[in-house]
């Protein structure tokens, strides 16, 4: 059974830098699209960025337009883990992150019904 972990909130001011992990454990797949979700106290969930990637053909990336040229996404297979790099954190960035995985490919990447595996989430606060 595949697991996911958050990790790397925190409380930061406005204008700072975060790096969050999302280490995933338990079977491994030679493909996978993963994705970084957040909601506000009092939001819906909100989609922040996806990663579809497949060894051999690498893959892709998508951004919500509320965080293109902000965020960016690594990933180190060696270690399970993909990172969700935030810049120029605004106090609008405040919620719960979560990271949320499928084994599968899917064009609805940026819907939480497309995943079937998610995290506890992790905490960003960004002061203003």
């Known amino acids: 059974q595949v697991q996911l972990v958050e990790s790397g909130g925190g409380l930061v001011q406005a204008g700072a830098s975060l790096r969050l992990s999302c280490a995933y454990s338990?079977?491994?797949?030679?493909?996978?699209?993963l994705a970084w979700f957040r909601q506000a106290p009092g939001k819906e969930r909100e989609f922040v960025l996806a990663?579809?990637?497949?060894?051999?053909?690498?893959?892709?990336?998508y951004y919500a337009d509320s965080v293109k040229d902000r965020f960016d996404v690594s990933r180190d297979n060696g270690k399970n883990t993909v990172y969700l790099h935030m810049n120029s954190l605004k106090s609008e960035d405040t919620a719960l992150y979560y990271c949320?995985?499928?084994?599968?490919?899917?064009?609805?990447?940026?819907?939480?019904?497309?995943?079937?595996?998610w995290g506890q989430g992790t905490q960003v606060t960004v002061s203003s």
């Open positions: 949320a995985g499928s084994s599968e490919w899917d064009s609805d990447y940026d819907r939480a019904s497309s995943y079937n595996i």
């Open positions: 338990g079977r491994t797949f030679s493909g996978y699209q």
């Open positions: 990663i579809q990637w497949r060894e051999g053909s690498g893959g892709f990336t």
